[in-house]
Every structure is written in structure tokens, then in C-alpha cells.
Antibody, heavy 121, light 107 residues
């Protein structure tokens, strides 16, 4: 069974940093792209970033480009999201999700339970 | 950026009724559109990929259609567990984008 478990969320001040982790199990981690999607309280879904199975391809939403960095560690079956220069508007539940292939099948299933990031002074 | 507009925002129906949800893209996305279901307090779940392909384990009452700019998710006969929020997502171009969602509520 595929399982994804996010961690690393919390309360941070504007301008601060956090690193989110997504621990994966139940599939060949390096064979699948992975993504981060966020959801502000009471709002809809917003795609954040994606990384290929090999880690060589990445893309970012314009709203986080230059501030967030996605990465993955095959030896730990874990994906990361380094978030710097955080803003109040980054407050959201951050979900990680598995892609349908290494690269190209940008449909996401399953998703983790999410981790809450709150940016506030 | 491709904008996905979902309508209606809220659909009030009774169990057993047919639900028809719309997703319109600001430019063609070919058939590169997916549908997700999200229940309160839960993560989204993939229902449909590439406009019409049901994901593994998704009941046959869920069907997707459309291409280009106009897409439809149909639930043929609503079950109690189908009352949720539904989102569409395009993968035609970067950035990936989601629609604003349609809430299917019990009438």
C-alpha cells in the first residue's frame, strides 16, 4: 500500500524558513514524480512544485519561485520542500502527492494527510 | 496561466439524483484534465485522469467527458458518500492549475 506522510509544518514568523518532508513507502520511490500542493484555510487547491523521479526536472508556481526549493533523497524515500522568505499568504496545509510516472503523467494519487504551515507574527 | 472555471460553485441535490459538474478552461488543454474529490478534513482523491479515465477503485457512477476547453464530471446517481467538493486540474502546460471547486451538498 502506498503511504505518504508529511512533517515539518508549524508556526513561523514572516521572513522565516521551514523545511517540509514527505516520507514515502509502498512503491519504487525513484520511479515516480512527486508534487506539493497547498490549501489555504477554507480555500481551494494550489499547485506549488513538482520533481521528477530522478530529481533532475523541477517546476514551481510563480508564487513560490525563488523562495521554495523542492528536492528528494532516494536513499531515504523522502521528498522535501525548503521554504524561505515565508509570507503570511503561504499559510496553508501542504500536501505531498505521488505522480503517475517518472515524468509526464502529472496526475496525483494518492495524497498524504498534509502538514499545516502557519506564517504569522 | 490557464484558468479553470468550475460551475456551479454549489450543487444542492438529493441522494439518487444525477450530478453534472462543469470545468471550463481559458484555453485548450486538449484532454489533459483530471478530477479530484475532497471530503471535509481529508486529502483530495483522484477520480478521473485524461478527461475520461477512471482511476483505480473509482465506482462506475463517476464519469468524465470533454476535450479542448469544456469538461464535465457526471455522477450518475449520488450516494451519501459522494457529497464533497470536486476540483478539476489541467496538466497541459505550466504552471499546473486547479479549478476553484464545486461543492456538492445534500438538498
Amino acid at each position: 500500500e502506498v503511504q505518504l506522510l508529511e512533517s515539518g509544518g508549524g508556526l513561523v514568523q514572516p521572513g522565516g524558513s521551514l523545511r517540509l518532508s514527505c516520507a514515502a513507502s509502498g512503491f519504487t520511490f525513484s520511479s515516480y514524480g512527486m508534487t506539493w500542493v497547498r490549501q489555504a484555510p477554507g480555500k481551494g487547491l494550489e499547485w506549488v512544485s513538482i520533481i521528477s523521479g530522478s530529481g533532475t526536472n523541477t517546476h514551481y508556481a510563480d508564487s513560490v519561485k525563488g523562495r521554495f526549493t523542492i528536492s528528494r533523497d532516494a536513499s531515504k524515500n523522502t521528498m522535501y520542500l525548503q521554504m524561505n522568505s515565508l509570507r503570511v499568504e503561504d499559510t496553508a496545509i501542504y500536501y505531498c502527492a505521488k505522480g503517475g510516472s517518472d515524468w509526464g503523467s502529472f496526475w496525483f494519487d494518492p495524497w498524504g494527510l498534509g502538514t499545516l504551515v502557519t506564517v504569522s507574527s | 496561466e490557464i484558468v479553470l472555471t468550475q460551475s456551479p460553485a454549489t450543487l444542492s441535490l438529493s441522494p439518487g439524483e444525477r450530478a453534472t459538474l462543469s470545468c471550463r478552461a481559458s484555453q485548450s488543454v486538449s484532454a489533459y484534465l483530471a478530477w479530484y474529490q475532497q471530503k471535509p478534513g481529508q486529502a483530495p482523491r483522484l477520480l478521473i485522469s485524461d478527461a475520461s479515465n477512471r482511476a483505480t477503485g473509482i465506482p462506475a457512477r463517476f464519469s468524465g467527458s470533454g476535450s479542448g476547453t469544456d469538461f464535465t464530471l457526471t455522477i450518475s446517481s449520488l450516494e451519501p458518500e459522494d457529497f464533497a467538493i470536486y476540483y478539476c486540474q489541467q496538466r497541459f502546460t505550466w504552471p499546473l492549475t486547479f479549478g476553484g471547486g464545486t461543492k456538492v451538498e445534500i438538498k
